[in-house]
């Protein structure tokens, strides 16, 4: 939980950080669809290219990226190997036989119950995950001499690698670049930005302030309840609670421990910050006065129009394609 950084600030002084909170808020939104237009493998490489070069240029430690990343790392590998085995589409690349027998699914439950004893002792555990596969891979393919029962193939087609490789991209390119405006952009200017952004909704009369209120809350609140879910694990597992062991209803009953006292802070927070909120004489709805102005920059207009610029090149070469 100490890795997830979506939603948490993170200070420094890098390019990022200079920018207008509504600049970063409209750029993401624009490459996010330029991100949903490209359909060329190819195209989103380069993207991904382009994201690593800004992460560099705003001084964002790529490891952290990458540690914010980490918890999506089981839907990208269920995503990849979904697409590798259903979609049949292309080329066949290669083609494997699978032989079920006594044998192989014995090894394939002595492997998967040695991965299950022995990873909390493992380090890189994702690394030992893709370990696992490799090796019941090998099992499943291999072993054809003793008492097979029954037979399947495992097919992998050009359609289905490039695709399963490109929504791996793209799930990475959005989430790191929701990943790049938490941390570069305090709670307040964020607020402060959605409003401005939102504004438009108020011929609809949809109130703006309040819709930017409750997503800035939000994305605030998610490292604070982290941060505390982690301190009440510790705190269990001092007295001896192990959230890695045990059957499976002692699971859901730690899985309980945990929920029931998250819940009680969870209304403590928002009952303090409520109180806090009324204090300062906040009323939903009324006009109010703001301590920071936002203003326009020329580095701002600059990336406004880099990002529309790349808007405009993906839609060009989604209609050349």
């Known amino acids: 939980m100490k890795n997830i950084v979506i939603g948490r600030y993170i200070p420094g002084n890098g390019f990022l950080y200079k920018l207008d909170p509504r600049t970063k808020i409209l750029a993401m939104l624009i490459l996010m669809i330029a991100t949903f237009v490209i359909n060329n493998i190819t195209y989103m490489v380069v993207a991904i290219g382009l994201i690593i070069v800004i992460l560099l240029f705003s001084r964002i430690s ?10 999506l790392m089981f839907l990208l590998i269920f995503t990849f190997t979904f697409q590798i085995i259903f979609n049949q589409q292309g080329e066949l690349l290669q083609a494997w036989p699978i032989y079920y027998s006594f044998l192989t699914l014995g090894l394939g439950a002595a492997l998967v119950l040695t991965w299950g004893f022995t990873k909390k002792f493992v380090r890189f555990k994702l690394l030992y995950f893709l370990l696992l596969l490799v090796g019941l891979g090998a099992v499943f393919t291999n072993l054809d001499t003793y008492y097979v029962f029954a037979q399947g193939h495992l097919r992998i087609y050009s359609e289905g690698l490039s695709m399963s490789l490109f929504i791996m991209m793209r799930l ?18 964020l607020n402060l930005g959605l ?16 819709i930017a209120m409750i997503i800035s809350i939000s994305l605030r609140y998610i490292p604070t309840l982290l941060d505390e879910a982690n301190k009440i694990m510790m705190a269990q597992a001092s007295r001896g609670v192990d959230f890695q062991e045990g059957k499976f209803k002692e699971k859901i009953m730690q899985i309980v421990s945990l929920l029931v006292p998250m819940f009680i802070i969870s209304f403590k927070r928002s009952d303090e910050l409520a109180n806090a909120m009324e204090a300062r004489s906040f009323v939903p709805g009324r006009a109010r006065t703001r301590l920071h102005v936002l203003t326009w920059k ?18 060009v070469l989604r209609v050349m394609a």
């Open 195 to 210: 409003e401005y952004v939102l504004a438009p909704l108020k011929i609809i009369r949809v109130n703006a302030e309040e």
């Open 172 to 189: 990475i390119i959005v989430v790191t670049l929701s990943t790049m405006l938490t941390i570069t952009t305090k709670p307040t200017d």
């Open 62 to 71: 790529i490891k952290r990226v990458y540690l914010g990343l980490r918890p």
């Open 298 to 315: 020329r580095m701002d207009i600059f990336v406004l129009t880099i990002s529309l610029s790349l808007l405009t090149l993906s839609i």
